[in-house]
């Protein structure tokens, strides 16, 4: 009889580990198979309709980073952003998690044309995160397929490039929050980053894949920048060193006397500003501590006035930050947000031709 429940016991155990075994099998492979990590997403307007791009991460047995199979671009397209979203789920296998996403690429078709609502309902679905960056670009399908080296895909490396280019004198990180909380003029200033693509050479050396093929950089030195009307203005290098100056934490000048020079780092800045209502005016000071890399000014670093080349660098400085200021005061473009400041002091909304500004630049070097 023992011997009977014995066997009995080894049975039942037997079956049920087969069923664990099964059953456990489908509960982990299904999910793998289906889920997919979206880093990256692009909206654009073609053919009057709202595209949506998706760059995903592969889940699976073939998603080691880097290998071929490991990342896709999820297409959809629809009347309105909810449609969009729709038919993306709908064309593909794959369930798409937005938790990791950080980078948007905007496509200037739609930038220019019906983004704001766009924005608007994305921020309120809370499909990604409010801190997605935000980037143009010419084509948001062409920016989020194309091949970089270094990265494995644009949106890891365009992340990448912001944070650099925030920390060495580009504009501050606009934010999709950001963006739809400055809709209105007393907010803020409205910019985002505009990326250009520039051809790269392609890594070489063993565990690289790209080698054979077209790569590209993006140059995060350009601006779109919206006026006072809601029109799109898009500015280069020039307008957008004088925002970074006064925007950014760091930065890198180069100052002149005649055909010599002297370069610097910035390490840090400090602003303070003073306000008056009526009539209106603020006076800005910016303090600048600074380090230099190279100079021809003088033989030897030892024999440089310091004086003199601090009073050099902020007069450079200064005329960077006056050079975009004027260039935004034609196009109606309140580049420092200045509106919004008075605004938010004394709940008066001026135009910029009521303002006064007055900067006072000063350089110290380490």
């Known amino acids: 009889m023992k011997s009977q429940n014995k066997v009995f016991r080894i049975i039942v155990t037997v079956v049920i580990l087969l069923i664990l075994l099964i059953t456990g099998g489908l509960i982990t492979k299904k999910p793998l198979k289906e889920r997919g990590i979206v880093i990256g997403i692009g909206l654009d307007k073609v053919d009057g309709k709202l595209l949506l791009l998706a760059q995903i991460i592969l889940s699976g047995e073939n998603s080691s980073p880097g290998s071929p199979s490991a990342f896709d671009v999820l297409e959809g397209s629809g009347d309105t952003l ?53 980037v143009v670009a010419d084509e948001a399908r062409d920016a989020i397929t194309t091949l970089v080296p270094i990265s494995s895909t644009p949106s890891e490396y365009m992340e990448k490039e912001i944070k650099l280019n925030e920390e060495k004198g580009g504009r501050s990180v606009v934010s999709l929050k950001d963006y739809v909380q400055r809709k209105e003029i007393t907010s803020g200033t409205r910019y985002i980053s505009y990326a250009i693509k520039l051809p790269a050479n392609a890594p070489t050396g063993e565990n690289t894949s790209k080698d054979d093929k077209e790569v590209f950089l993006f140059d995060l030195s350009n601006t779109a920048v919206f006026d006072l009307d809601g029109n799109i203005h898009y500015y280069g290098k020039e307008m957008t060193a004088g925002i970074g100056l006064v925007e950014a934490k760091g930065g890198n000048i180069t100052a002149y006397k005649g055909e010599k020079y002297i370069n610097v780092d910035i390490l840090q800045s400090f602003k303070r500003r003073f306000y008056e209502k009526d009539p209106a005016k603020i006076v800005s000071y910016y303090t600048y501590y600074a380090r230099i890399n190279e100079q021809t000014l003088e033989k030897s670093q030892d024999d440089l006035k310091l004086d003199e080349v601090e009073k050099l660098i902020g007069d450079t400085i200064k005329e960077k930050i006056m050079y975009s200021y004027n260039q935004a005061l034609q196009d109606n473009v309140d580049i420092f947000s200045l509106i919004g400041r008075l605004y938010k002091r004394f709940g008066k909304e001026y135009s910029l031709e009521e303002i006064k500004w007055e900067i006072n630049v000063d350089v110290i070097l380490r």
């Open 82 to 134: 909810s449609e969009a979203f729709n038919d993306l789920a709908k064309k593909e296998t794959l369930v798409p998690s937005y938790a990791h996403c950080n980078i948007l690429f905007v496509g200037k078709r739609l930038l220019e044309d019906g983004f704001d609502e766009v924005a608007t309902k994305l921020f309120e679905s809370n499909k990604v995160k409010d801190n997605t960056q935000l």
